[in-house]
């Protein structure tokens, strides 16, 4: 999959990009991540990647020239506009990000995520240049490169041959739409602090239906809006009935798969 970042700050990604799982992914050629400085794809002796609002106020406006020639030159657009890359741009007005549009994002071949500020860019970049807006999260950040990272890497876990054998198991608990289970490792006892005993028992079936269970019950005290749209088994609903699930919760699920 190739993702090509518009930014006007290209070592923020480039670095980040390098490191870690994602690095490595670029390196072995399943990802191909290109971060580009919009301030190479302006024409004026100042490089100018924004302007003061039309109609007065505060902040400044980035605008739609360096964009749209930055879509063109990489060949995201042609010059008849026709968009040969699916086109993000990260704003706080753009579809909350979860794992359901991850899994979308990573079906396109090739996107492009621009980077704007938080003052705004030019309504123009919206109406013309993008196919969808993409936000990280209610909360105001000083521009979009931080959340594009995020996306990036959320949407790479999924290409084949970014994670290895052991590492791409865990995206499991997320596709049944249940949190994950609680995880321990060495030592046994710490300060007083023990590992539960049927993870030490070596017994599978019970270490499975313990994890399940725990499953469960996190998502029903943390994050019990996820329940109506997780894959239930009829012994999952009892078990959340017997956990304390109230009687509007379990009415509001799904039939039970399987
Ligand atoms: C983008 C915040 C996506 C959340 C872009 C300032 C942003 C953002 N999700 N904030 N520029």
Redesign the pocket.
């Known amino acids: 999959m190739r993702i090509d970042v518009l930014t006007v700050f290209p070592e923020m990604v480039e670095h980040a990009a390098s490191q870690s799982i994602v690095g490595r992914a670029r390196r072995s050629g399943a990802l191909d991540v290109r971060a580009w400085d919009l301030r190479d794809f302006t024409a004026d002796r100042h490089r100018t990647t924004d302007d003061s609002p039309y109609g007065g106020g505060v902040g400044m406006v980035m605008k739609v020239e360096p964009i749209d020639a930055a879509l063109r030159a990489i060949g995201a657009t042609d010059d008849g506009g026709t968009r040969d890359a699916h086109v993000v741009l990260?704003?706080?007005q753009?579809q909350k990000?979860d794992q359901e549009l991850v899994r979308v994002l990573a079906s396109y071949g090739r996107i492009v995520l621009i980077?704007?500020?938080?003052e705004g860019v030019d309504e123009r970049v919206r109406e013309h240049l993008v196919d969808r807006e993409?936000?990280?999260?209610?909360?105001?950040?000083?521009?979009?490169e931080l959340?594009a990272l995020v996306l990036m890497d959320a949407v790479s876990r999924l290409v084949p041959g970014v994670l290895g054998k052991g590492e791409s198991a865990d995206d499991e608990s997320f596709s049944e739409g249940l949190l994950e289970y609680p995880h321990y490792t060495r030592p046994e006892e710490y300060r007083g602090w023990r590992a539960p005993d049927v993870l030490l028992s070596g017994h599978h079936a019970e270490v499975a239906t313990w994890r399940r269970r725990e499953s469960l019950r996190r998502t029903l005290e943390r994050r019990p809006d996820l329940l109506p749209g997780a894959r239930l088994t009829a012994k999952d609903r009892a078990d959340l009935k017997e956990l304390g699930a109230n009687e509007k919760l379990l009415d509001s699920l799904g039939e039970p798969s399987e």
């Open positions: 990260m704003s706080p753009g990000l980077c704007g500020r938080y993409v936000s990280i999260g209610d909360y105001v950040l000083t521009g979009g959340p």
